[in-house]
């Protein structure tokens, strides 16, 4: 396996649950600040968001809960695989976010990871409202009668 192989530029990590379990209202793009040999690990693809979520602290937006494991190759400098990271957004668009997470039943999830073409790392955070158990089986049931479209057609 070369670096070329095992070093990807087109990463594009998603949390599938998100849109199972929330309803998606608003979606916006961050940048991460990395320590390390996190960026090496996310262009291996090696990033699991199930579990994240994204709260704000005095003012700046941190993500908790996203996996990165560590690089198999690292040394002592390695990684913290589970630690918190800082996101990076403009101020106005932290401020609308504070507003809006303070309302009832709002929350700030990670959709996707993905590296742009710059090569930056970018995390695409989404303001969220929980679904309740008869919309996931709306959801469920939408699902079901695309796939059956889909299968007549062909």
């Known amino acids: 396996m070369s670096k070329q192989d095992r070093f990807s530029n087109d990463i594009n990590i998603r949390n599938k649950q998100a849109g199972f379990q929330y309803e998606l209202l608003d979606k916006y793009i961050a940048g991460i600040v990395l320590k390390g040999t ?18 704000l602290n005095n003012g700046e937006l941190f993500a908790k809960g996203i996996n990165i494991t560590t690089y198999a190759q690292g040394t002592h400098y ?48 989404a303001l969220a409202k929980g679904k309740k158990v008869h919309d996931k089986r709306d959801s469920i049931k939408e699902r079901d009668i695309k796939r059956e479209l889909s299968r007549v057609k062909f």
Do not use: W
């Not at 968001?49 to 709260?55: A, E, K, S």
């Open 38 to 55: 996190e960026i090496k690990s996310i262009r291996e693809g090696k990033v699991n968001l199930q579990d994240g979520y994204c709260y």
């Open 78 to 125: 390695n990684h913290e695989a589970a630690r918190e990271r800082k996101l990076l957004l403009k101020k106005m668009e932290i401020k609308k976010l504070e507003g809006k997470v303070e309302e009832k039943g709002l929350t700030l999830i990670p959709t996707r990871l993905f590296i742009n073409e710059r090569g930056y790392a970018k995390l695409e955070i």
